[in-house]
């Protein structure tokens, strides 16, 4: 029956063939040409039909084996598998009886090893921070190559690395009593790398042509403090520096180096001079030019009392200085009676006071005016202050106290300016009164004279 369909469906498809071949080239001209031309394409597709089943039936086998030898790798492979899950866990029983036997053996030195690796850890910090290295180097490589060999591959320390760590210990404690001298590359503050001698002082310090060194631990490196401390202490370095066995005074840092960080961080004179800003450098210059005045005051009035001092002394009458002006005024009117003498005199001491007191009123002004001006920058550099804060919040206690640092510079800067402009006002108002006393009391001996003379 299957054949039978197969039959028809072929003829169908060769008659269909058949009316598009004719169609096309019109060959086909009776019934006769027709049927044979029906024939020869059911003749053809019947071979093809049978053609195209022997390819599926070998191809069928084909896929057959290929099945076949799929399921035999598929067996092989699950056979592996058992075998491989057998051994692995025969091998975690013999690593686990193998595990307690060496905790056996090892027993107290269990122990002891745990406690080699902690301290060559904690050794190894201290010697990458410890000026000793930079002149003994690689002593910090060892213990951290021997620590991370014990940590990560249960690595047995041997007795001569055991002793090493014994000895760098006991080295390092040695040195640190020592104070020698050897030489090494130094990195200048210009960047420029030169070889120099080196002055260590224990753990504590490098020093070398005066200045102070830092060592870093994690280059190896040794480099001049870009900011060196104060002059004193560069002064000591020199000396130690040049010292053969004498005792030196000598400034150390017990901290290894925090201290002496933040001494070199502490600004100075000129620094802290620049923080107050504009209004600092205003408050600086009238404070000198409060100065310079009461230089010139000072020199003057110290010039005209001595020659006052002078004219007391002697009877003959000189013009170069007050007093010898006023008691000309004697000689100038030898007729006038008590009263207008009186005037007279009275006239020329009025006319000696404002020489005298020149330049006074722009000092005590300038004492004045300069805490004044050192509030204005107070005040305006807690204004930038809280604008930062509500900027940037709160969070940076540093920014907080920079800027309130900044801030009281000006107030310091006014209080600096101030206080000695007061004190020289003081001093130079009570010498110009001084010598007007003088002439106020000459001058009226003069007119006593003449009183009794009338």
Known sequence: ML???????????AAT???GAMAENERALDLDALLKQLEEGQFAQSQQNKQREQDFVAQRAQQDQILADTRKQRDNALKTSENLETQFEENEFKLADLNQALDTRLGSLKELFGVLQQVAGDTKSKFQNSVVSAQI????????????AMG????????????????EMQREMTESGKVTKFETSVVEAGGEKVNKEIVRVGPFALVADGKYLDFNGITGTVAELVRQPADRYGD??????????????????????????????APDLKERVEQGGEVGYIILIVGAIGLLLALERLISLTLINGKVQKQLKRKEIKTDNPLGRVLKVREDHPDADVEALELHLTEAILGEVPKLGRNLTIIKIISVVAPLMGLLGTVTGMINTFQAITLFGTGDPKLMAGGISTALVTTVLGLVVAIPMTLLYAMLNTRSKNIVYVLQEQASGVIAERAERG
């Open 3 to 13: 054949k039978q369909i197969k039959f028809v469906a072929a003829g169908l498809a």
């Open 236 to 265: 000591s370095a020199q000396a130690l520096q040049n010292s053969n066995g004498e005792l030196v005074e000598f400034g150390i840092d017990p901290t290894g180096g925090s201290i002496l960080g933040l001494l070199v961080q």
């Open 137 to 148: 180097p690689g002593r910090a490589e060892f213990l951290d190559n021997m620590a991370q």
């Open 152 to 167: 990560k591959s249960s690595k047995l320390a041997s007795i001569e690395e055991i002793e090493r760590v014994w000895f």
């Open 17 to 19: 063939l058949s009316f």
